[in-house]
Antibody, heavy 119, light 108 residues
Framework: EVQLVQSGAEVKKPGESLRISCEGSGYSFTSYWISWVRQMPGKGLEWMGRIDPSDSYTNYSPSFQGHVTISADKSISTAYLQWDSLKTSDTAMYYCARHDSNYGWFDPWGQGTLVTVSS | SYELIQPPSVSVSPGQTARITCSGD??????AYWYQQKPGQAPVLVIY???ERPSGIPERFSGSSSGTTVTLTISGVQAEDEADYYC???????????FGGGTKLTVL
């Protein structure tokens, strides 16, 4: 079964750093990109960026460029989303998704990681 | 920045046909994809490349494209179809992925 399993919920304070993870299984991890998607409370989906785990090439949405870092460790089939200094406005659910570069679809999605930033 | 425009809400009675539109200037150049998201769950792909249906998705889900508008059609709507639906495509350059604002489908 193809699946993406994300790390657990996080509660952080403004200014703290954070890295969340997304582990793929049931498929060749380097044959598909991983995209990250933000969903703020009660709001819609926003694409943040993607990584090609085979060479770690990244492409960020202009809205998120410089605010987050996407990386991957292909040896353990895991992608990461990282913040150096969190803000309260980063409070959201974050999803990773397997991104097929040929068909363009996002499938499957991880279960989501809830990040809460509060003082 | 590029936008995909969806109606905020659509309401239908069980057994009727629901149509959810998504409009964007670059849709003639790039495929559209549709995702269903139920409360508290991750999104699920229901249509890819404008009109293709993944395995496991009921036949009542279909997609179509005409010019700058794509449409998700759900025929014979069931109560279980009540969810938020998002279209997805790319900007004109094909560099960036863009989601529509989402449409809440209510089954009356």
């Amino acid at each position: 079964e193809v699946q993406l399993v994300q790390s657990g919920a996080e509660v952080k304070k403004p200014g703290e750093s954070l890295r969340i993870s997304c582990e793929g299984s049931g498929y060749s991890f380097t044959s598909y990109w991983i995209s990250w998607v933000r969903q703020m409370p009660g709001k819609g989906l926003e694409w943040m960026g993607r990584i090609d785990p085979s060479d770690s090439y990244t492409n960020y949405s202009p809205s998120f460029q410089g605010h987050v870092t996407i990386s991957a460790d292909k040896s353990i089939s895991t992608a990461y989303l990282q913040w150096d200094s969190l803000k309260t406005s980063d409070t959201a659910m974050y999803y990773c998704a397997r991104h097929d570069s040929n068909y363009g679809w996002f499938d499957p999605w991880g279960q989501g990681t809830l990040v809460t930033v509060s003082s | 920045s590029y936008e995909l425009i969806q109606p905020p809400s659509v309401s239908v009675s069980p057994g009727q046909t629901a149509r959810i539109t998504c409009s964007g200037d670059a849709l003639p150049k790039h495929y559209a994809y549709w995702y269903q998201q139920k409360p508290g769950q991750a999104p699920v792909l229901v249509i890819y490349k404008d009109s293709e249906r993944p395995s496991g998705i009921p036949e009542r889900f279909s997609g179509s494209s005409s010019g700058t508008t794509v449409t998700l059609t759900i025929s014979g709507v069931q109560a279980e179809d009540e969810a938020d639906y998002y279209c997805k495509s790319a900007d004109s350059s094909g560099t960036y992925v863009v989601f529509g604002g989402g449409t809440k489908l209510t089954v009356l």
